[in-house]
Structure formats: C-alpha cells, structure tokens
Nanobody, 125 residues
Framework: QGQLVESGGGSVQAGGTLRLSCANS?????MAWFRQAPGKEREGVAV???????TYSDPVKGRFTISRGNDKNTLYLQMNSLQPEDTAMYYC??????????????????????WGQGTQVTVSS
C-alpha cells in the first residue's frame, strides 16, 4: 500500500453528491485532488495547505469543498451538484513542503511528487 490511499468514488446521477477521502500515511504540508478523464490531461481540482488555505479550479468552484481532518493526514473532497463532465478518475496528491506561487502552480500536477492510485467517479445524466 502506498502513502496515499483514496476511497469514496462511485456512480451517481447528475445533481447527486459524493465524498472522497484520502488517507495519508505521513504528514504533508500541501494536499490536493486531481482528476483525469479518458483522453484528457490530469487537471487540478482543489488544493489545501496545512494552514487551511484552499484553491479551487474554476469548473468546481461553489460545488466542491476540500478539507483536512483534525489529524491533518486525512483529506476530503465533498462534491455536490455533480455533472456528467465531472466523470473522471480522481487522484489524491501530496507535497511535503510549501510552494510559493500562483494558484496555477498549486493546481499543477508537476508540483506534487506523491500520488494515490485513484478512485473512479461516474456521473450519469
């Protein structure tokens, strides 16, 4: 088993909700959710640092909420008002140290050295 283990994916109808979880076996300053649909690049969805500062990609703003457990080692993604275009494999990612830069850097897959295996989310219309 790797450092990051995701759970909570599944199939829902449009307008439904899902909550993803990611268990991190050690502390990481920065944790994030990414997603990758078939034939598309992996894209950043949401990021949270140890201080609680969050960043969201435009497609999910107002619908998704990222959070960390009290132990800081568990990551969550509450997904509301799901749409078919949210269908993808969702990955948890982590980085030990902080990163200076724009939201674009926080949401970049190149910022994160540690990755989970992914959990599938399928939204039907």
């Amino acid at each position: 088993q790797g450092q990051l283990v995701e759970s909570g994916g599944g199939s829902v109808q449009a307008g439904g909700t899902l909550r993803l979880s990611c268990a991190n076996s050690r502390y990481s300053y920065l944790m994030a959710w990414f997603r990758q649909a078939p034939g598309k690049e992996r894209e950043g969805v949401a990021v949270i640092d140890s201080d609680g500062t969050t960043t969201y990609s435009d497609p999910v703003k107002g619908r998704f909420t990222i959070s960390r457990g009290n132990d800081k080692n568990t990551l969550y993604l509450q997904m509301n008002s799901l749409q078919p275009e949210d269908t993808a494999m969702y990955y948890c990612a982590a980085r030990d140290a902080s990163v200076d830069g724009s939201d674009w850097i926080r949401l970049s897959k190149y910022t994160y050295p540690y990755w989970g295996q992914g959990t599938q989310v399928t939204v039907s219309s």
